[in-house]
Protein backbone atom coordinates (compact mmCIF):
# COMPACT_ATOMS: atom_id res chain seq x y z
CA UNK A 1 0.00 0.00 0.00
CA UNK A 2 1.42 3.27 -0.82
CA UNK A 3 0.90 5.84 1.86
CA UNK A 4 0.55 9.60 1.24
CA UNK A 5 3.95 10.34 2.52
CA UNK A 6 5.60 8.37 -0.70
CA UNK A 7 3.53 10.08 -2.92
CA UNK A 8 4.50 13.36 -2.00
CA UNK A 9 8.31 11.86 -2.18
CA UNK A 10 7.67 10.60 -5.58
CA UNK A 11 6.14 13.49 -6.96
CA UNK A 12 9.29 15.89 -5.21
CA UNK A 13 11.59 13.69 -7.12
CA UNK A 14 10.00 13.98 -10.14
CA UNK A 15 9.45 17.54 -10.13
CA UNK A 16 13.35 18.09 -9.07
CA UNK A 17 14.01 16.01 -12.03
CA UNK A 18 12.41 18.17 -14.19
CA UNK A 19 14.05 21.26 -13.00
CA UNK A 20 17.77 19.57 -13.20
CA UNK A 21 16.82 18.39 -16.90
CA UNK A 22 15.68 21.95 -17.89
CA UNK A 23 18.76 24.07 -16.37
CA UNK A 24 20.63 23.13 -19.88
CA UNK A 25 18.08 24.62 -21.92
CA UNK A 26 16.72 27.38 -19.94
CA UNK A 27 20.68 28.27 -20.09
CA UNK A 28 21.30 27.44 -23.54
CA UNK A 29 18.28 29.70 -23.75
CA UNK A 30 19.46 33.08 -21.45
CA UNK A 31 22.68 32.66 -23.44
CA UNK A 32 20.87 32.74 -27.11
CA UNK A 33 18.91 35.42 -25.90
CA UNK A 34 22.31 37.60 -25.01
CA UNK A 35 23.44 36.99 -28.56
CA UNK A 36 20.32 38.15 -29.74
CA UNK A 37 21.15 41.62 -28.77
CA UNK A 38 22.01 44.04 -32.43
CA UNK A 39 25.24 45.35 -32.02
CA UNK A 40 25.77 47.98 -30.51
CA UNK A 41 23.24 47.31 -27.76
CA UNK A 42 24.92 46.00 -24.44
CA UNK A 43 21.98 45.45 -21.91
CA UNK A 44 18.24 45.44 -22.75
CA UNK A 45 15.72 45.29 -19.40
CA UNK A 46 12.89 46.18 -17.92
CA UNK A 47 13.03 48.99 -15.42
CA UNK A 48 9.75 48.28 -13.45
CA UNK A 49 10.44 45.38 -12.13
CA UNK A 50 8.12 44.41 -10.60
CA UNK A 51 5.51 46.79 -12.09
CA UNK A 52 3.29 48.60 -9.76
CA UNK A 53 0.54 49.57 -12.41
CA UNK A 54 -1.64 48.06 -14.91
CA UNK A 55 -0.49 50.56 -17.28
CA UNK A 56 2.61 53.21 -17.93
CA UNK A 57 4.28 56.06 -20.29
CA UNK A 58 6.08 58.84 -20.86
CA UNK A 59 9.39 57.32 -19.44
CA UNK A 60 12.72 59.81 -18.59
CA UNK A 61 16.09 59.15 -17.48
CA UNK A 62 18.68 60.97 -16.21
CA UNK A 63 22.75 60.80 -14.59
CA UNK A 64 23.33 61.62 -11.03
CA UNK A 65 26.34 61.54 -8.99
CA UNK A 66 25.16 58.38 -7.32
CA UNK A 67 23.68 56.64 -10.81
CA UNK A 68 20.63 56.43 -13.21
CA UNK A 69 17.19 57.73 -12.02
CA UNK A 70 14.42 57.07 -14.46
CA UNK A 71 10.72 58.18 -13.89
CA UNK A 72 7.42 57.65 -15.71
CA UNK A 73 3.45 57.92 -14.72
CA UNK A 74 1.83 55.00 -14.15
CA UNK A 75 -1.61 53.78 -12.74
CA UNK A 76 -4.64 52.22 -14.32
CA UNK A 77 -4.85 53.99 -17.68
CA UNK A 78 -3.64 57.20 -19.05
CA UNK A 79 -5.62 59.82 -18.46
CA UNK A 80 -7.58 58.72 -14.63
CA UNK A 81 -7.35 59.86 -11.87
CA UNK A 82 -5.22 57.32 -10.50
CA UNK A 83 -2.42 57.89 -12.94
CA UNK A 84 0.91 59.43 -10.83
CA UNK A 85 4.65 59.85 -11.06
CA UNK A 86 6.91 56.51 -10.39
CA UNK A 87 10.42 56.96 -9.88
CA UNK A 88 13.37 53.91 -9.95
CA UNK A 89 16.97 54.57 -8.91
CA UNK A 90 19.58 52.13 -10.37
CA UNK A 91 21.86 51.62 -7.98
CA UNK A 92 24.66 48.66 -7.22
CA UNK A 93 24.01 46.95 -10.89
CA UNK A 94 19.83 46.96 -10.40
CA UNK A 95 17.42 49.43 -10.74
CA UNK A 96 15.50 49.34 -7.35
CA UNK A 97 11.53 48.98 -7.05
CA UNK A 98 10.04 51.99 -8.57
CA UNK A 99 7.89 54.50 -5.70
CA UNK A 100 5.49 57.28 -5.96
CA UNK A 101 6.86 60.59 -6.24
CA UNK A 102 4.15 62.95 -7.15
CA UNK A 103 0.38 62.91 -7.98
CA UNK A 104 -2.18 65.02 -9.16
CA UNK A 105 -4.42 65.69 -5.64
CA UNK A 106 -5.24 69.11 -5.32
CA UNK A 107 -7.44 69.00 -2.45
CA UNK A 108 -9.49 66.42 -0.51
CA UNK A 109 -12.08 66.57 -2.98
CA UNK A 110 -10.25 66.96 -5.91
CA UNK A 111 -7.57 64.83 -7.95
CA UNK A 112 -6.36 65.10 -11.89
CA UNK A 113 -3.87 62.83 -13.39
CA UNK A 114 -0.35 63.51 -13.71
CA UNK A 115 1.33 63.81 -16.83
CA UNK A 116 4.84 63.35 -18.94
CA UNK A 117 7.37 63.74 -16.14
CA UNK A 118 11.24 65.26 -17.44
CA UNK A 119 14.06 64.67 -15.26
CA UNK A 120 17.42 67.04 -15.15
CA UNK A 121 20.20 66.83 -13.11
CA UNK A 122 21.61 70.36 -12.63
CA UNK A 123 25.44 70.60 -12.62
CA UNK A 124 26.36 70.79 -8.92
CA UNK A 125 22.92 70.89 -8.19
CA UNK A 126 19.76 69.35 -7.42
CA UNK A 127 18.06 66.77 -9.92
CA UNK A 128 14.92 68.63 -10.93
CA UNK A 129 11.59 66.85 -11.98
CA UNK A 130 9.39 68.40 -13.98
CA UNK A 131 5.54 66.83 -15.02
CA UNK A 132 2.05 68.09 -15.83
CA UNK A 133 -0.98 67.84 -13.52
CA UNK A 134 -4.75 68.17 -15.16
CA UNK A 135 -7.43 66.70 -16.66
CA UNK A 136 -5.84 66.54 -20.20
CA UNK A 137 -3.06 68.25 -22.47
CA UNK A 138 -5.04 71.08 -23.69
CA UNK A 139 -6.12 71.99 -19.77
CA UNK A 140 -2.68 70.71 -17.66
CA UNK A 141 -0.59 73.01 -15.65
CA UNK A 142 3.56 72.43 -14.93
CA UNK A 143 4.94 71.16 -12.15
CA UNK A 144 8.43 71.16 -10.62
CA UNK A 145 9.87 69.04 -7.67
CA UNK A 146 13.55 68.41 -6.68
CA UNK A 147 15.83 66.33 -5.11
CA UNK A 148 19.15 66.72 -3.50
CA UNK A 149 19.97 63.45 -2.64
CA UNK A 150 20.04 61.83 -5.97
CA UNK A 151 16.34 60.73 -6.54
CA UNK A 152 15.81 59.41 -3.10
CA UNK A 153 13.46 61.94 -1.39
CA UNK A 154 11.76 65.23 -2.81
CA UNK A 155 10.53 68.24 -2.27
CA UNK A 156 7.18 69.42 -2.01
CA UNK A 157 6.17 70.48 -5.60
CA UNK A 158 5.38 73.76 -6.85
CA UNK A 159 3.07 75.41 -9.61
CA UNK A 160 4.91 76.98 -12.41
CA UNK A 161 3.68 80.08 -13.97
CA UNK A 162 0.55 80.49 -15.59
CA UNK A 163 2.31 80.44 -18.89
CA UNK A 164 5.27 78.25 -17.97
CA UNK A 165 4.46 74.39 -18.76
CA UNK A 166 8.26 73.50 -18.31
CA UNK A 167 10.08 70.80 -20.49
CA UNK A 168 6.57 69.11 -21.97
CA UNK A 169 7.94 65.82 -22.81
CA UNK A 170 12.04 66.09 -23.43
CA UNK A 171 15.31 66.90 -21.54
CA UNK A 172 16.01 70.68 -21.55
CA UNK A 173 19.61 71.35 -22.11
CA UNK A 174 21.85 73.92 -20.21
CA UNK A 175 23.64 76.64 -22.62
CA UNK A 176 27.19 77.77 -22.35
CA UNK A 177 25.68 81.03 -20.77
CA UNK A 178 23.95 78.71 -17.95
CA UNK A 179 20.08 79.34 -19.36
CA UNK A 180 18.09 75.88 -18.65
CA UNK A 181 16.31 75.59 -22.70
CA UNK A 182 13.53 73.73 -21.80
CA UNK A 183 11.44 72.66 -25.21
CA UNK A 184 7.66 72.77 -24.84
CA UNK A 185 4.40 73.34 -26.44
CA UNK A 186 0.81 74.18 -25.68
CA UNK A 187 -2.69 72.36 -27.15
CA UNK A 188 -5.00 74.14 -26.08
CA UNK A 189 -5.08 76.16 -29.26
CA UNK A 190 -4.17 73.80 -31.78
CA UNK A 191 -0.50 72.08 -31.42
CA UNK A 192 1.88 74.82 -31.28
CA UNK A 193 5.54 74.45 -29.83
CA UNK A 194 7.63 76.99 -27.90
CA UNK A 195 10.68 77.58 -25.68
CA UNK A 196 11.21 78.42 -22.05
CA UNK A 197 14.47 79.50 -20.50
CA UNK A 198 15.57 79.40 -16.89
CA UNK A 199 18.81 80.97 -15.19
CA UNK A 200 17.71 79.78 -11.53
CA UNK A 201 16.87 75.89 -12.04
CA UNK A 202 12.95 77.13 -12.20
CA UNK A 203 12.61 79.86 -9.74
CA UNK A 204 12.06 82.39 -12.84
CA UNK A 205 11.40 81.76 -15.51
CA UNK A 206 11.03 83.74 -19.71
CA UNK A 207 9.75 81.95 -22.76
CA UNK A 208 9.39 82.66 -26.35
CA UNK A 209 5.92 83.26 -28.65
CA UNK A 210 4.36 80.14 -29.95
CA UNK A 211 6.58 79.00 -33.11
CA UNK A 212 4.28 78.14 -34.75
CA UNK A 213 0.18 78.76 -35.70
CA UNK A 214 -1.43 75.47 -34.61
CA UNK A 215 -3.28 75.36 -38.03
CA UNK A 216 -1.27 75.28 -41.09
CA UNK A 217 1.80 73.37 -39.48
CA UNK A 218 0.64 71.58 -35.83
CA UNK A 219 3.52 70.64 -33.92
CA UNK A 220 4.51 69.64 -30.22
CA UNK A 221 6.93 67.93 -27.80
CA UNK A 222 10.41 69.56 -29.32
CA UNK A 223 13.70 67.83 -28.98
CA UNK A 224 16.96 70.12 -29.11
CA UNK A 225 20.56 69.57 -30.91
CA UNK A 226 23.49 70.96 -30.88
CA UNK A 227 25.40 72.33 -33.80
CA UNK A 228 28.16 74.39 -32.53
CA UNK A 229 27.04 77.76 -31.95
CA UNK A 230 23.69 76.50 -33.39
CA UNK A 231 20.51 74.36 -32.36
CA UNK A 232 18.50 72.13 -34.20
CA UNK A 233 14.97 71.29 -33.07
CA UNK A 234 13.30 68.42 -34.12
CA UNK A 235 9.06 68.42 -33.57
CA UNK A 236 6.05 65.68 -33.76
CA UNK A 237 3.71 66.81 -35.93
CA UNK A 238 0.20 66.38 -37.18
CA UNK A 239 1.22 66.61 -40.79
CA UNK A 240 0.92 63.20 -42.51
CA UNK A 241 3.81 61.11 -41.91
CA UNK A 242 6.40 64.25 -40.83
CA UNK A 243 8.98 65.27 -38.34
CA UNK A 244 9.76 69.01 -38.83
CA UNK A 245 12.71 70.91 -38.11
CA UNK A 246 13.85 74.50 -37.47
CA UNK A 247 16.93 76.12 -36.59
CA UNK A 248 18.19 79.04 -33.98
CA UNK A 249 21.36 80.97 -33.99
CA UNK A 250 20.87 83.10 -30.59
CA UNK A 251 20.71 80.27 -28.64
CA UNK A 252 16.94 79.69 -28.16
CA UNK A 253 15.17 82.90 -28.79
CA UNK A 254 14.75 83.08 -32.17
CA UNK A 255 13.60 79.71 -34.48
CA UNK A 256 13.39 79.78 -38.77
CA UNK A 257 10.48 78.70 -40.11
CA UNK A 258 9.45 74.70 -38.99
CA UNK A 259 10.00 72.59 -42.43
CA UNK A 260 9.92 68.69 -42.56
CA UNK A 261 12.50 66.53 -43.02
CA UNK A 262 13.11 63.04 -44.78
CA UNK A 263 11.98 60.95 -41.96
CA UNK A 264 8.69 59.18 -41.48
CA UNK A 265 7.13 59.19 -38.20
CA UNK A 266 3.45 58.37 -37.19
CA UNK A 267 2.62 61.18 -35.07
CA UNK A 268 4.31 59.57 -31.99
CA UNK A 269 6.67 61.30 -29.75
CA UNK A 270 10.40 61.85 -30.54
CA UNK A 271 14.02 61.99 -28.51
CA UNK A 272 17.02 63.42 -29.80
CA UNK A 273 20.64 63.37 -28.96
CA UNK A 274 23.55 65.55 -29.36
CA UNK A 275 27.04 63.09 -28.53
CA UNK A 276 30.27 64.58 -27.02
CA UNK A 277 31.36 63.71 -30.57
CA UNK A 278 29.32 66.12 -32.00
CA UNK A 279 27.00 63.41 -34.13
CA UNK A 280 23.63 62.90 -33.20
CA UNK A 281 20.99 60.58 -32.35
CA UNK A 282 17.12 60.58 -32.80
CA UNK A 283 15.18 58.01 -31.50
CA UNK A 284 11.71 57.79 -33.01
CA UNK A 285 8.69 55.33 -34.91
CA UNK A 286 9.92 54.90 -38.92
CA UNK A 287 6.67 53.75 -39.58
CA UNK A 288 3.82 55.38 -41.33
CA UNK A 289 1.02 53.89 -38.98
CA UNK A 290 1.36 52.26 -35.45
CA UNK A 291 3.94 52.77 -33.00
CA UNK A 292 6.14 49.85 -34.19
CA UNK A 293 9.02 49.30 -35.04
CA UNK A 294 10.74 52.02 -32.67
CA UNK A 295 14.48 52.71 -33.96
CA UNK A 296 17.40 54.68 -33.55
CA UNK A 297 18.54 56.93 -36.39
CA UNK A 298 22.45 58.51 -36.66
CA UNK A 299 23.61 62.20 -38.09
CA UNK A 300 26.28 63.92 -38.58
CA UNK A 301 24.87 67.65 -39.76
CA UNK A 302 21.24 66.93 -38.41
CA UNK A 303 20.01 67.10 -42.78
CA UNK A 304 21.16 63.49 -43.54
CA UNK A 305 20.00 60.45 -40.97
CA UNK A 306 21.00 56.86 -41.39
CA UNK A 307 18.20 54.31 -39.72
CA UNK A 308 21.20 52.35 -38.02
CA UNK A 309 19.10 49.99 -35.08
CA UNK A 310 15.71 48.65 -34.63
CA UNK A 311 14.91 49.04 -30.94
CA UNK A 312 11.56 47.14 -31.13
CA UNK A 313 10.24 45.60 -34.17
CA UNK A 314 7.29 43.31 -32.87
CA UNK A 315 3.48 44.48 -32.89
CA UNK A 316 2.40 46.36 -30.28
CA UNK A 317 3.26 50.26 -29.03
CA UNK A 318 7.23 51.22 -28.20
CA UNK A 319 6.87 54.91 -28.25
CA UNK A 320 7.61 58.28 -26.34
CA UNK A 321 11.61 57.57 -26.03
CA UNK A 322 14.07 59.11 -23.86
CA UNK A 323 17.82 59.16 -24.52
CA UNK A 324 21.13 60.65 -22.79
CA UNK A 325 24.47 59.54 -22.88
CA UNK A 326 26.31 59.58 -19.72
CA UNK A 327 29.53 60.19 -18.20
CA UNK A 328 31.12 57.15 -19.50
CA UNK A 329 30.27 57.92 -23.03
CA UNK A 330 27.55 55.04 -23.18
CA UNK A 331 23.82 56.37 -24.46
CA UNK A 332 20.62 55.05 -22.11
CA UNK A 333 17.18 54.84 -23.45
CA UNK A 334 13.87 54.45 -22.38
CA UNK A 335 10.53 53.88 -23.84
CA UNK A 336 7.58 52.58 -22.97
CA UNK A 337 7.03 48.91 -23.65
CA UNK A 338 3.50 47.78 -25.02
CA UNK A 339 2.08 50.54 -22.30
CA UNK A 340 2.80 48.00 -19.97
CA UNK A 341 6.30 48.28 -18.79
CA UNK A 342 9.38 50.86 -18.74
CA UNK A 343 11.93 49.75 -20.56
CA UNK A 344 15.64 50.33 -20.81
CA UNK A 345 18.71 49.95 -23.25
CA UNK A 346 22.17 50.72 -23.10
CA UNK A 347 24.55 50.89 -26.43
CA UNK A 348 27.86 51.77 -26.92
CA UNK A 349 27.84 54.88 -29.42
CA UNK A 350 30.76 53.77 -30.70
CA UNK A 351 29.93 50.14 -32.50
CA UNK A 352 27.24 51.87 -34.13
CA UNK A 353 29.28 54.08 -36.24
CA UNK A 354 30.86 51.17 -37.24
CA UNK A 355 27.29 49.90 -38.08
CA UNK A 356 26.32 52.87 -40.06
CA UNK A 357 29.69 52.42 -42.09
Not at 220 to 233: A, E, N, S, Y
Request: charged share 20%; glycine share 8%; aromatic share 6%.
Amino acid sequence: MTTSSSLDMRRFALRAALVVSLVPTLLFAADEAAEKLPPGVLVSEFIDNPTPTPQCHATTIAETPAGLVAAWFGGTREGNKDVVIWVARHREGKWQPPVEVASGKVSDTERHPTWNPVLFQMPDGPLLLFYKVGPSPSTWWGMLTSSSDNGDTWEVPTKLPADIAGPIKNKPILLDNKTLLCPSSTEDNGWRVHMEMTTDAGKTWTRTEALCDGKSVQAIQPTVLRHGDKLQMLCRTRLPGKIVESWSEDGGKTWSKLESIALVNPNSGIDGLTLKSGEHLLVYNHTLIARSPLNLALSSDGKTWNDILDLETSKGEYSYPAIIQTSDGLVHITYTWKRLRAKHVVIDPSKLRSVAQ
